[in-house]
């Protein structure tokens, strides 16, 4: 038979764990340590496959409402209801606010909709829960091409290739870039 002291012990083991480590569903593991240190190796062959991990390991909310709540809002998002998509991510975030893809999907919500001011602010809060999310960085780097911020296009490009030196687009970013910054000689 367990003591009042015991049980009490007991009960507040339960307690920390239910409550204790709120992060834990969303820090990023070994394995994800390991899927961004290969895919920063330029002479990876396989990048897409890596990539693809590392989104879903991204996706992986830890929660099944909170992942329910991302997916109806990626569906929002592909039908082109902006206003609907940004209601479901708002609610991710409001949810689980250190969850870095709901803010990231928030942001992508807002770039569709053309809110590149508070795309950006929620890129901000990706990059401070994620610093290597290339995705937020290439959406950052996006909007600031598409407002005229070229030089500091190209600096979050080139930030973006140091993490993920594979994708064809931002390399093609990085050359138009360069191009457009570094202007023409008569």
Do not use: C
């Not at 015991?6 to 764990?17: D, H």
């Not at 990626?74 to 206003?83: I, P, R, S, T």
């Not at 030089?151 to 973006?160: K, Q």
């Amino acid at each position: 038979m367990k003591t009042r002291a015991a049980t009490a012990i007991s009960m507040i083991a339960l307690v920390w764990f239910i409550l204790g480590d709120n992060n834990h569903a969303f820090a990023q593991s070994k394995s994800l340590d390991d899927l961004m240190t290969e895919l920063r190796d330029p002479e990876l062959q396989d990048w897409e496959s890596v990539e693809r991990q590392i989104w879903d390991n991204w996706y992986s909310s830890g929660s099944d409402a909170i992942d329910l709540l991302l997916r109806r809002g990626q569906d929002a998002l592909e039908f082109g209801l902006f206003d609907d998509a940004i209601g479901h991510f708002t609610a991710v975030i409001d949810h689980a606010p250190e969850y870095a893809e709901g803010w990231n999907a928030r942001a992508t919500a807002y770039f569709h909709a053309g809110r590149f001011g508070l795309s950006m602010s929620d890129i901000q809060q990706v990059l401070a829960l994620n610093p290597d999310h290339f995705g937020a960085l290439t959406g950052m780097a996006m909007i600031l091409e598409q407002t005229g911020e070229l030089e500091d296009a190209l600096e979050v490009v080139n930030r973006v290739l140091s993490i993920h030196p594979h994708r064809p687009d931002v390399k093609m970013a990085q050359e138009r870039l360069e191009l457009a910054t570094r202007g023409t000689s008569l």
